[in-house]
C-alpha cells in the first residue's frame, strides 16, 4: 500500500489525512440525515397525521438533511469555537443562526424544485403559510430547521468528535465502512427497485 501510494505521488500521512476527512464528513452526512428522519417522524406523528417516509431509499435517513446538515457543519463549525463581539455582547450563535437560516432556505428551495423536476412529487408545499416563497419555503419550517441546526453544531458535533476520539483511528474506520456498505447496498436497491413516494393531497408549487 505504501509502495502503491509513493508510486502515486501521496503520502502516507497525506493519505490517511484524506480518509479521515472523508470518513468524518461522512459521518456528518449520515448523522444529519437521521436527526432529519427522527424530526420529520416525531413531527408528522405527533403534529400531523401520520409519517410516511418521504426520501428516495429505505433506510432511516433522510438526504435532503443530510446535505443541510453537512454543508452546515463544514462552513459553520469552526465558528462556533470564535468568539464574536458586537461591542461586549457576544454574537457567535446569532451569527451562525442566521448563516444556518439561509443555508437551509437555500437547500430546502432546490431540493424541492429538484424532486419535482425529477419525479414529478411534491412531499412539502407551504402555499398559504406565513413569509413562504413559492410554497417551497416558509419562515415557520426554516426557524425549526435552524434551531436543528444550531443543536447539531454545539451538541451532536462536539458528541461525535469526542466519540471518534475515544474510539480510535481503527475503530472509527470499521463503522465507516460498515455503514458505507449499508447505505451502499441501501442506494443500489433503491435504484433498482424504486420505493414509491407518498405525494401529499396538494399540488406542487408553481
Not at 108 to 126: D, H, I, K, R
Not at 173 to 179: C, N, R
Amino acid at each position: 500500500m505504501v509502495t502503491w501510494l509513493a508510486t502515486q505521488g501521496v503520502s502516507l500521512y497525506q493519505y490517511t489525512w484524506h480518509m479521515r476527512t472523508l470518513q468524518r464528513c461522512f459521518y456528518y452526512l449520515i448523522l444529519s440525515a437521521v436527526v432529519g428522519y427522527v424530526y420529520e417522524f416525531l413531527l408528522l406523528e405527533i403534529v400531523y397525521d401520520g409519517f410516511t417516509n418521504r426520501g428516495p431509499t429505505r433506510g432511516p435517513y433522510l438526504w435532503v438533511y443530510g446535505v443541510g446538515g453537512l454543508v452546515i457543519i463544514l462552513l459553520l463549525g469552526p465558528l462556533r469555537k470564535r468568539k464574536l463581539h458586537i461591542g461586549k455582547v457576544p454574537v457567535t450563535g446569532v451569527v451562525i443562526g442566521a448563516a444556518i437560516y439561509a443555508i437551509t432556505s437555500v437547500v430546502e428551495y432546490f431540493a424541492s424544485w429538484l424532486m419535482q423536476q425529477l419525479t414529478g412529487v411534491c412531499t412539502w408545499n407551504y402555499t398559504g403559510k406565513w413569509l413562504n416563497l413559492h410554497g417551497r419555503i416558509c419562515f415557520e419550517d426554516t426557524f425549526r430547521f435552524t434551531l436543528l441546526g444550531l443543536f447539531g453544531i454545539y451538541i451532536i458535533v462536539p458528541l461525535l468528535d469526542r466519540f471518534l476520539a475515544k474510539a480510535g483511528p481503527r475503530v472509527s474506520t470499521i463503522i465507516f465502512w460498515v455503514l458505507f456498505g449499508l447505505v451502499a447496498i441501501d442506494c443500489v436497491t433503491a435504484a433498482i427497485w424504486p420505493m414509491e413516494v407518498e405525494a401529499n393531497p396538494w399540488t406542487c408549487p408553481e
